[in-house]
């Protein structure tokens, strides 16, 4: 069995305390990135755009704030996700959907802008989950992706692993109450892809001018590319 049963699970039951989670474990950093993402995906004019494992919204109600004239689609497959979505941005136009990344029920060339945060560490084949969003994206559309990278064995590395190790599942047992799903996110974070390697896979999946940029000490990577 992949990963899909579990982490839907885990993500429906730490829903209600997911955003202030992603507040206090990231310092308030995480707001900043996804204004990133959402430069980097740019105005979808008055064309589509899909936010995949959109979780409680954030990047789809920033861009549809941000370019009001699109269409804006927020897909995830954990349906506890979607709720709180629907009642945190109930005032914007935005079209919530339960969605899997491995098989998305768009057609071929349907949107200018696919983004997506913290999915490709949670999925067994980055790779299909890739094609999958190049196939439904339009010849030159955009693709950004937020997630966690290992951090380079620097001077600092000893202080992160602790961070991740101890940190985070320490927040998540008095946060959210439940310190075995933010034990797994940080193991998944050591056990992610590197920011070069993860590029390489974007290019396999057929993307163009495909690059990154990394955040909060080397532990966030913000890829994008082109169709």
Not at 72 to 87: C, H, I, P, Q, T
Not at 213 to 219: D, R
């Amino acid at each position: 069995m992949g990963k899909g049963p579990g982490v839907q699970k885990m993500f429906d039951d730490i829903a209600p305390n997911y955003d202030l989670m992603n507040r206090v474990m990231t310092m308030g950093q995480d707001q900043r990135w996804r204004r990133f993402v959402v430069k980097k995906a740019g105005d979808p004019g008055s064309g589509m755009a899909l936010d995949l494992a959109t979780g409680t919204g954030d990047i789809v109600a920033l861009m549809e704030r941000q370019y009001p004239g699109g269409q804006y689609v927020g897909a995830d497959f954990s349906l506890n996700m979607l709720r709180e979505a629907k009642k945190r941005f109930s005032g914007q136009a935005i079209d919530w959907q339960a969605s899997d990344a491995n098989n998305l029920p768009y057609g071929d060339n349907s949107f200018e802008s696919v983004t997506f945060g913290y999915l490709l560490r949670n999925v067994d084949d980055s790779l299909v989950v890739l094609k999958e969003i190049y196939r439904v994206l339009k010849p030159g559309g955009r693709v950004v992706c937020l997630d966690t990278t290992p951090p380079e064995k620097n001077i600092l590395y000893p202080f992160i692993r602790f961070y991740f190790r101890f940190g985070i599942p320490l927040l998540g047992r008095f946060i959210a109450s439940d310190e075995a799903a933010y034990s797994y996110l940080t193991g998944s974070t050591m056990g992610f892809h590197k920011a070069e390697e993860l590029a390489d896979i974007f290019r396999t999946a057929g993307f163009r001018g495909v690059d990154y940029k990394k955040f909060m000490m080397g532990t966030i990577g913000i890829h994008w590319g082109k169709k």
